[in-house]
């Protein structure tokens, strides 16, 4: 995985050719026979690019448009917003991703988190470097604890945007946020048992405890927790929306 985003000058006029390490956030059919990509990519953040004839096609791209896959992608981009993809190779797959329903919803969960958080704020390394770490985890992680790695990805980007989730203290007494009872305030911060009667929001326990010692949340757990924390750090109402992950999970 060392490809790095490189600039190959004017093969096209007016038309530079990128490339760097991505990932498929969404794809939507356009026309008779091409796609719309969204791509996270590790250095030129997220790019939205056409993919000329991918649609029905399995030999052009060779499974590299699939969702989890770590593609090096290369695109031209000229005047328009919308780039145009030149070429895409299989870097990596994930596969145990595929082997449950759980950990594919859960997949799905982490893209459009992604996608939704990057819309929000810029997207770079990091981000794609937390969401392939995301799919690695997942790939291997029992099924029952799936959706534990959505609410982790989720507290790892929002912290990398500045957002502090779980403080040293309960930011309205400062006392301690240790014990049972602690609630997700519905603007994103963890306040304490005594405090929680104050405020509306969902339980927190999960957040508080030590990673070592958190069990995994369930599906409905860790969606109703992101959808506290991005509401919070986003200002507004945010609901994860399971199942929009793109075209679908199979070959373009």
């Given at each position: ?10 093969r096209i ?6 490339e760097s390490?991505?990932?498929?956030l ?14 996270l ?20 791209y ?12 290369r ?20 596969p ?6 759980e950990r594919?919803e859960?997949?799905?969960?982490m893209l459009?988190?992604?996608r ?5 704020a810029?997207?770079?390394?990091t ?7 995301a799919?690695?985890?997942l790939?291997?992680?029992p099924p029952?604890?799936?959706?534990g ?17 779980v ?11 240790g014990?049972?009872g602690?609630?997700l ?18 339980l927190?326990?999960?957040?508080v405890?030590?990673?070592?010692l ?11 927790l ?9 200002g ?11 075209e ?5």
């Amino acid at each position: 995985m060392g490809v790095r985003c490189r600039v190959f000058g004017n093969r096209i006029a007016g038309m530079e050719e990128r490339e760097s390490l991505a990932l498929l956030l969404d794809r939507v059919p356009y026309r008779d026979r091409d796609l719309i990509l969204t791509l996270l990519t590790r250095d030129a953040g997220v790019v939205q690019a056409i993919a000329r004839g991918a649609r029905g096609s399995t030999r052009r791209y060779a499974g590299a448009l699939d969702l989890f896959v770590v593609l090096a992608a290369r695109w031209r981009q000229g005047a328009s917003s919308l780039a145009t993809l030149a070429g895409a190779d299989v870097v990596r797959q994930f596969p145990g991703v595929f082997e449950s329903l759980e950990r594919l919803e859960a997949g799905q969960a982490m893209l459009v988190l992604a996608r939704d958080l990057a819309r929000e704020a810029p997207a770079g390394e990091t981000m794609y470097v937390h969401l392939v770490a995301a799919f690695d985890a997942l790939d291997a992680v029992p099924p029952s604890q799936a959706f534990g790695g959505v609410l982790s990805l989720a507290v790892r980007m929002l912290e990398e945007l500045g957002h502090v989730v779980v403080g040293d203290a309960c930011p309205r007494c400062q006392g301690p946020l240790g014990g049972p009872g602690t609630v997700l305030a519905s603007d994103g911060t963890v306040v304490c048992r005594q405090c929680s009667r104050f405020v509306t929001g969902v339980l927190a326990d999960l957040l508080v405890l030590p990673p070592e010692l958190r069990p995994a949340p369930s599906r409905d757990q860790a969606v109703a927790l992101v959808g506290a924390l991005l509401s919070g750090a986003l200002g507004r109402p945010y609901r994860l929306r399971l199942g929009e992950s793109g075209e679908s999970s199979g070959t373009a």
